[in-house]
């Protein structure tokens, strides 16, 4: 690609990357109904994996204590008892791959939402700033008029104290 052929390559490609920036601004502006409602089914998948997981996790430790007690009753006391610990280690693991899902479920939907809360608040900045010139103004006017009536009032005293 020649050098001249870049250069007018550049506005279109600004152009391209400005529409797109506009259209991504208009397209998440608000959250749709649809979109709340697949937050809130997703986020409730994920609690659903969690109770899974605690419940996988209390019958584990409840049939480990169970199997324990048994084990006592055998002649061969440490071989019964290492099985029982392995599957107890062996539920913690479903356990804990339930969790790490829930939390990838979890953080894919904190971060859609806060995605959605920056492009909102990128579309009301024209409003944001139009807001703030306008108290700026008004601030300034009020400011400009007690000047102006700190400045009569000094007129009128000393026309006061010269008479």
Known sequence: MTIARRVTAWPTFLIACLLT???SNAS????SSTQVADWAARSQQAQ????????????ADALYAREETLC????LTNSCREK??????SAYQQARKLDIEGKHI?????????????????????EREFKARQRAESTEKRN??????REKRRQNRRNTDEN
Not at 49 to 58: G, K, M, N, S, V
Not at 84 to 89: E, F, L
Not at 144 to 149: D, G, P, V
């Open 84 to 89: 029982a610990r392995r599957v107890k280690v």
């Open 106 to 126: 979890e953080l894919s939907v904190k971060q859609e939402e806060k995605t959605q809360k920056s492009a909102d608040a990128a579309a009301s900045e024209p």
């Open 144 to 149: 400009q008029q007690q000047a102006e009536a």
């Open 72 to 75: 006592y009753e055998l002649v």
């Open 21 to 23: 920036l506009l259209w």
């Open 48 to 59: 659903s994996l969690f109770q899974q997981a605690d419940t996988l996790r209390t019958d």
């Open 28 to 31: 998440f502006a608000e959250p």
